[in-house]
């Protein structure tokens, strides 16, 4: 959405491009980790002070709600040093799915195995840590925790940073718990992301989205057409005035950003953009949430020269007091060109 050469800026791809109660968790407990284990789940940790968070402004979370998500990442930490396999996995939906840019997804078996292989093997000397602020937000049975964390690797004594990732997990209540039901995370430090047109993504017919999913997806429809048709009011009105993305191996973007790399791009009539979407991959709604995982194809035509570039994302949508739905973060990657 913005200063890609392709994608979409609302769905993190640049071309030239709710939630009901927030809280900020300041990073206060590292962990171990295999650096294949999990890497979304770092990012569902949460420390024990409430801070200000660096992705957006909202009011503080209820306590109840603050004191079983807290309670919960409290007993994964407990597990994981302990090496209680069970309850480590117990933070996992049994329907858990795990996104990572280049990779193909992966649930809750493949969680299994990098735990067992985490704790049969110590990794002893690396650590993930929580670099800056989590943003934790809640509407109905549904959440979501955003943020960036670095493997950190001390070997002699000397601390050096691995890699760092960036991540969305959402998170369900089911009956009286919280549990992880999705993860996606690309790398938040410039290092490549691995291309295939090969993989399989996922589709759900849009037909089949009523209420609040169909709503949604109608305001992307709309989003794609104003875009297609370089109209900037239109293009920028489902964006949230706190919006935050990233496209991996791109710089973050915010609102100010993206209108200025849409003003550019529609004043180059040299050229002609679009995107188009497949079938979205989901679409999960609460009172004042939405989550939508998507793929969409970007085309650049110069000259009678045509390229293109797939790409997908997760974008997380909070319903504004208008009753309108706008887009707040998204996260995203190119698949391939």
């Given at each position: 959405?913005?200063?890609?050469?392709?994608?979409?800026?609302?769905?993190?791809?640049?071309?030239?491009?709710?939630?009901?109660?927030?809280?900020?968790?300041?990073?206060?407990?590292?962990?171990?980790?295999?650096?294949?284990?999990?890497?979304?789940?770092?990012?569902?940790?949460?420390?024990?002070?409430?801070?200000?968070?660096?992705?957006?402004?909202?009011?503080?979370?209820?306590?109840?709600?603050?004191?079983?998500?807290?309670?919960?990442?409290?007993?994964?930490?407990?597990?994981?040093?302990?090496?209680?396999?069970?309850?480590?996995?117990?933070?996992?939906?049994?329907?858990?799915?795990?996104?990572?840019?280049?990779?193909?997804?992966?649930?809750?078996?493949?969680?299994?195995?990098?735990?067992?292989?985490?704790?049969?093997?110590?990794?002893?000397?690396?650590?993930?840590?929580?670099?800056?602020?989590?943003?934790?937000?809640?509407?109905?049975?549904?959440?979501?925790?955003?943020?960036?964390?670095?493997?950190?690797?001390?070997?002699?004594?000397?601390?050096?940073?691995?890699?760092?990732?960036?991540?969305?997990?959402?998170?369900?209540?089911?009956?009286?718990?919280?549990?992880?039901?999705?993860?996606?995370?690309?790398?938040?430090?410039?290092?490549?992301?691995?291309?295939?047109?090969?993989?399989?993504?996922?589709?759900?017919?849009?037909?089949?989205?009523?209420?609040?999913?169909?709503?949604?997806?109608?305001?992307?429809?709309?989003?794609?057409?104003?875009?297609?048709?370089?109209?900037?009011?239109?293009?920028?009105?489902?964006?949230?005035?706190?919006?935050?993305?990233?496209?991996?191996?791109?710089?973050?973007?915010?609102?100010?950003?993206?209108?200025?790399?849409?003003?550019?791009?529609?004043?180059?009539?040299?050229?002609?953009?679009?995107?188009?979407?497949?079938?979205?991959?989901?679409?999960?709604?609460?009172?004042?949430?939405?989550?939508?995982?998507?793929?969409?194809?970007?085309?650049?035509?110069?000259?009678?020269?045509?390229?293109q570039r797939r790409s997908r994302g997760i974008e997380i949508w909070r319903r504004a007091t208008d009753g309108e739905w706008r887009l707040l973060h998204y996260l995203s990657y190119r698949v391939c060109d």
């Amino acid at each position: 959405m913005g200063r890609r050469t392709s994608g979409l800026v609302m769905v993190g791809i640049l071309i030239s491009p709710a939630f009901e109660t927030t809280t900020r968790l300041r990073p206060k407990i590292s962990r171990l980790f295999n650096p294949r284990v999990l890497i979304a789940l770092s990012l569902c940790f949460v420390g024990a002070l409430v801070g200000t968070s660096s992705f957006a402004g909202a009011p503080p979370i209820e306590t109840d709600t603050s004191s079983s998500l807290r309670g919960l990442y409290e007993d994964w930490l407990r597990a994981y040093e302990r090496r209680d396999l069970t309850q480590t996995l117990a933070i996992f939906a049994p329907d858990y799915v795990s996104t990572f840019a280049g990779t193909a997804d992966s649930g809750f078996d493949a969680a299994r195995r990098s735990y067992e292989s985490a704790f049969a093997n110590g990794n002893v000397g690396r650590k993930w840590v929580l670099a800056g602020d989590m943003e934790v937000d809640v509407s109905g049975d549904l959440a979501y925790a955003l943020a960036d964390w670095q493997l950190v690797e001390n070997l002699n004594g000397t601390p050096t940073i691995k890699v760092t990732n960036r991540s969305i997990d959402v998170l369900a209540r089911r009956g009286d718990a919280w549990r992880i039901i999705r993860s996606f995370t690309i790398p938040s430090d410039g290092r490549p992301v691995k291309e295939t047109c090969e993989t399989q993504l996922p589709k759900t017919a849009a037909e089949q989205f009523t209420g609040d999913a169909q709503t949604v997806w109608q305001t992307l429809m709309r989003w794609r057409d104003a875009y297609n048709a370089r109209d900037l009011a239109g293009t920028l009105r489902p964006y949230d005035p706190a919006i935050s993305g990233l496209y991996a191996g791109l710089p973050g973007d915010d609102y100010a950003r993206l209108e200025r790399a849409y003003r550019k791009s529609f004043g180059q009539t040299d050229r002609d953009r679009r995107i188009d979407f497949d079938e979205p991959e989901e679409i999960l709604t609460s009172p004042r949430l939405a989550f939508v995982r998507d793929h969409w194809t970007s085309t650049v035509t110069t000259a009678g020269v045509t390229t293109q570039r797939r790409s997908r994302g997760i974008e997380i949508w909070r319903r504004a007091t208008d009753g309108e739905w706008r887009l707040l973060h998204y996260l995203s990657y190119r698949v391939c060109d």
